[in-house]
């Protein structure tokens, strides 16, 4: 039984060392300097999809990227994979929580299910 057991810890281990992080995601100032060094837009495209980039622009952010000379493809990727993301989100929070709970409050507050009379008591939470 120890056998298995240190097997499983040394499998578990070699496991964790084949894992190699990805990619930083890349930055405003990145798709700035890719723009200014003359990679078209279907590369600067790519890379942010390659990295898994979600930039939170604002519009302030989106105006600024375009006076930097970015394309107006590439304002309309990262509009789209920030929309793209919030819906991921959102499906998964209703997902765990149900379409009528809302960050973990049920429809009878912080508790699922409904305070219930018990031997003189609340059952529930």
């Not at 302030?60 to 970015?70: I, K, S, T």
Request: hydrophobic fraction near 40%; aromatic fraction near 14%; charge should be neutral.
């Amino acid at each position: 039984m120890r056998t298995l057991g240190f097997l499983l810890f040394l499998l578990s281990l070699a496991g964790c060392a084949a894992l190699e992080p990805g990619p930083n995601p890349m930055t405003a100032d990145d798709v700035i300097a890719r723009t200014k060094s003359g990679a078209s837009a279907k590369d600067i495209i790519n890379e942010l999809f390659q990295t898994n980039t979600i930039l939170p622009a604002s519009a302030a952010e989106l105006v600024r990227l375009h006076d930097a000379g970015v394309a107006t493809e590439v304002l309309d990727y990262l509009q789209y994979a920030q929309l793209q993301e919030i819906r991921w989100r959102d499906q998964l929070n209703n997902y765990w929580y149900g379409p009528g709970f809302y960050r973990g409050f049920g429809y009878y507050g912080p508790c699922m299910f409904p305070p219930r009379r018990y031997r003189g008591g609340f059952w529930g939470c």
